[in-house]
C-alpha cells in the first residue's frame, strides 16, 4: 500500500524553528518528485516547496523562500522540511505529498498530488 | 503567477441533484488542472486530473471537463458522502501548482 506518514509538528515560539519528516513506503520513492502543502486552520491549500527525485533541484513558494529548506533521504525513503525563523502565519497542518508522474523536473513542471499523508499540525505561537 | 478561483465559494443541494463547480484560470493551462475532495477532518483526495482523468477507484458520478482557462467539476448525482471542499490545482509548466480558494457543498 502507498502510505505517506509525516512527523515533527508541534508548538513553537515565533522566531523558532522545526523540522517535518514524511516517511514513504509502498512506492519506488526516488522516482518520484515530492511535496509540501499547507492548510491554516478553516483556510484553503496553500503549496509550500517540491523537489525532485534526485533531490537536486527544490523550488519554493515566495512565502517561505529563504526560511523553509525541503530536502529528501532516498536511503530512507524520507522527505524533510526544515523551517527557520517561523512566523505566526505559517500556523498550519502541513501535508506532504506525492507528484502523480514519476520524473518531473520540479524548476519546469508541477503536477498533481495524487497520495497525502495524514497531516502534522505546526503551531507557531507564544 | 497564474490565479485560479471557482465559484461558488459554497452551495447547497439535495441528494440526487446534479452539482457543477467552476474554476477558471487566469491565463491558459491547456488541461493540466486537477480536482481534489477534502471531507471535513480529513486529508484531500485527488478525484480528477488532466481535466477529465478519473483518478482510480473514484465513484462515476465525477467528472471534469474543460481545457484552457475554464473547466467545471460536474456530480451528476450528489450523494451525502459528497459533503465536502472542493478544490481546483493548476499544474502547467510554470510553479507554483497553485489551487483554488475552494467551494464547500452541503446538503439542502
Known amino acids: 500500500e502507498v502510505q505517506l506518514l509525516e512527523s515533527g509538528g508541534g508548538l513553537v515560539q515565533p522566531g523558532g524553528s522545526l523540522r517535518l519528516s514524511c516517511a514513504a513506503s509502498?512506492?519506488?520513492?526516488?522516482?518520484?518528485?515530492m511535496s509540501w502543502v499547507r492548510q491554516a486552520p478553516g483556510k484553503g491549500l496553500e503549496w509550500v516547496s517540491a523537489?525532485?527525485?534526485?533531490?537536486?533541484?527544490?523550488y519554493y513558494a515566495d512565502s517561505v523562500k529563504g526560511r523553509f529548506t525541503i530536502s529528501r533521504d532516498n536511503s530512507k525513503n524520507t522527505l524533510y522540511l526544515q523551517m527557520n525563523s517561523l512566523r505566526a502565519e505559517d500556523t498550519a497542518v502541513y501535508y506532504c505529498?506525492?507528484?502523480?508522474?514519476?520524473?518531473?523536473?520540479?524548476?519546469?513542471?508541477?503536477?498533481?498530488?495524487?497520495?497525502w499523508g495524514q497531516g502534522t499540525m505546526v503551531t507557531v505561537s507564544s | 503567477d497564474i490565479q485560479m478561483t471557482q465559484s461558488p465559494s459554497s452551495l447547497s443541494a439535495s441528494v440526487g441533484d446534479r452539482v457543477t463547480i467552476t474554476c477558471r484560470a487566469s491565463?491558459?493551462?491547456?488541461?493540466?488542472l486537477a480536482w481534489y475532495q477534502q471531507k471535513p477532518g480529513k486529508v484531500p483526495k485527488l478525484l480528477i486530473y488532466?481535466?477529465?482523468t478519473l483518478q482510480s477507484g473514484v465513484p462515476s458520478r465525477f467528472s471534469g471537463s474543460g481545457s484552457g482557462t475554464d473547466f467545471t467539476l460536474t456530480i451528476s448525482s450528489l450523494q451525502p458522502e459528497d459533503v465536502a471542499t472542493y478544490y481546483c490545482?493548476?499544474?502547467?509548466?510554470?510553479?507554483?501548482?497553485?489551487f483554488g480558494q475552494g467551494t464547500k457543498v452541503e446538503i439542502k
Open positions: 490545482q493548476k499544474y502547467n509548466s510554470a510553479p507554483p501548482p497553485t
Open positions: 505529498a506525492k507528484f502523480v508522474h514519476p520524473f518531473v523536473v520540479v524548476t519546469a513542471e508541477t503536477d498533481a498530488f495524487d497520495i
Open positions: 509502498g512506492f519506488t520513492f526516488s522516482s518520484y518528485a
Open positions: 488532466a481535466a477529465s
Open positions: 491565463q491558459g493551462i491547456s488541461n493540466y
Open positions: 523537489i525532485s527525485g534526485s533531490g537536486g533541484s527544490t
